[in-house]
């Protein structure tokens, strides 16, 4: 290919003090990304050494745009359709590592959130999406976000708990993949489970105080459930954990419903 080829496909980038080119992916680890056809559209670039940033995607093209694209899914493709069911993660690394415990119905985003056109590419094919980002606070914060969208696409969610701020490609290596297929992606919560988790964080719950703003946030959360069976369990547990009455709990979501009829 022509040196101006490979600058427009983003392989090089012109140097900014005189003339010729210089490798935009020098020192980096590659992943290759395939297109919807199967055909490779652009790459990603872990740094081997120190510097910034971490990872490099190719520039947007005529064939590559990361807020449609997924890594993996030309792969993962044949394995999601049987299952009707993926399992997204945030980085290239924890893709390919839970490939290797044999989660093949895995992709990726690209260093960038998930988007609405994400979310309906995989309502394409699958019916539920497991979310399985990392333990840290911005995994679970991303995590959170993602919800919304996979379930506006028809997507039914659910949400893989990696505990001790751990990403999956750490979980594998310490636990095996026995135990992350086995506790992360089959034992992964329900959307209001891991919703009420979350929500956890922004309340102090040793005070009264916080524990009632808590609840009055959960209640809100509830509310919001088209199950009345879900609504009920969860309302129990709730009021076993925090020693108030189930009716008043249930009044309460009833009430929170009445108003956002």
Not at 77 to 105: H, M, P
Not at 225 to 247: I, N, W, Y
């Amino acid at each position: 290919f022509s040196l101006s080829d490979m600058e427009r496909g983003g392989l090089l980038s012109r140097r900014q003090e005189g003339e010729g080119y210089v490798d935009r992916f020098r020192d980096r680890i590659m992943f290759p990304i395939r297109g919807g056809d199967g055909n490779f559209a652009a790459f990603a670039g872990r740094l081997m050494s120190d510097g910034q940033p971490k990872y490099l995607n190719s520039p947007e093209t005529t064939l590559f745009n990361k807020s449609r694209t997924l890594y993996r899914l030309h792969e993962a493709r044949s394995a999601i359709r049987k299952t009707r069911q993926v399992v997204l993660f945030e980085g290239y690394v924890d893709c390919i590592k839970a490939w290797q415990a044999g989660v093949t119905n895995g992709v990726a985003t690209m260093g960038t959130a998930l988007t609405a056109e994400h979310a309906a590419l995989l309502r394409r094919f699958a019916d539920e999406a497991i979310v399985c980002y990392d333990g840290d606070d911005a995994g679970q914060a991303a995590a959170y976000k993602s919800i919304p969208l996979l379930e506006a696409a028809g997507l039914s969610v659910r949400v893989g708990l990696l505990p001790g701020r751990m990403d999956p490609d750490e979980f594998i290596t310490e636990k095996g993949p026995e135990v992350f297929v086995r506790e992360i992606i089959e034992g992964a919560v329900s959307t209001i489970k891991f919703q009420l988790i979350y929500l956890r964080k922004s309340h102090i719950l040793l005070e009264e105080d916080g524990r009632i703003r808590y609840l009055r946030d959960a209640a809100r959360l509830v509310a919001g459930q088209p199950s009345p069976t879900e609504r009920e369990l969860v309302l129990k547990e709730l009021a076993q954990e925090f020693g108030v009455s189930l009716d008043t709990l249930k009044q309460e979501v009833a009430e929170i419903r009445r108003q956002e009829k």
